[in-house]
């Protein structure tokens, strides 16, 4: 009897080591994984970056030719973006939450700046007078250059914000869970929607 009950406590502690192992890797895993997605979005490289996040995606709606200058200045926001992990915890579904602090640009500074600018643009005379007659990708294309001119500015503020990511393992691969608003969207998405809600 002895001897059963000890192979019996044997065999549920190295089931319950298989398992803290197992998710020790899965949080490995899904570390890793968003390493490797935060360089890429800080290396600038517009395909690196589209593999993990899609930009096309963000600015479809914003329709003017200098589309591509507000996309060239998000990849350089990215690339100067800072990061630090700070925890990773498996969920009950499998899936990893992962813990991280960024330091990006102050949004809501970014959009006050930003419509102080549309609000003289479109007090001016000259703005006025094109009005009457003036397109909505015209208008798209004002609106695009009066962000660019704030994002270009050098004194902007950044910020520290502390960030959960949900990682997901899509066909043995981990991936950012697409299915909630990631803090890519919360941290771009306003640009392009501060555009669009103008028109």
Request: glycine content about 6%; proline content about 1%.
């Amino acid at each position: 009897m002895k001897k059963a009950f000890k192979q019996l406590i044997s065999i549920c502690l190295i089931g319950i080591l298989m398992i803290s192992v197992t998710g020790c890797g899965a949080e490995d895993g899904a570390t890793k994984a968003l390493e490797e997605m935060m360089q890429a979005l800080k290396s600038g490289d517009k395909s690196r970056v589209q593999s993990y996040y899609d930009i096309e995606a963000l600015l479809s709606k914003v329709v003017s030719d200098n589309k591509g200058e507000l996309e060239t200045e998000i990849l350089r926001i990215m690339n100067r973006m800072q990061y630090q992990i700070l925890s990773a915890e498996q969920e009950e579904d499998g899936r990893v939450k992962i813990s991280a602090e960024i330091v990006s640009l102050d949004n809501a500074e970014v959009m006050n700046r930003f419509l102080e600018k549309v609000m003289a643009m479109v007090a001016s005379n000259e703005y006025q007078m094109q009005l009457p007659n003036m397109k909505r990708e015209t208008y798209q294309g004002l609106l695009v250059q009066q962000l660019l001119d704030v994002l270009a500015a050098d004194d902007i503020p950044s910020v520290k914000e502390t960030v959960e990511i949900m990682m997901v393992k899509d066909s043995g691969i981990w991936k950012m869970d697409r299915s909630e608003e990631t803090f890519l969207d919360s941290l771009f998405g306003s640009f392009a929607n501060a555009i669009v809600s103008l028109v």
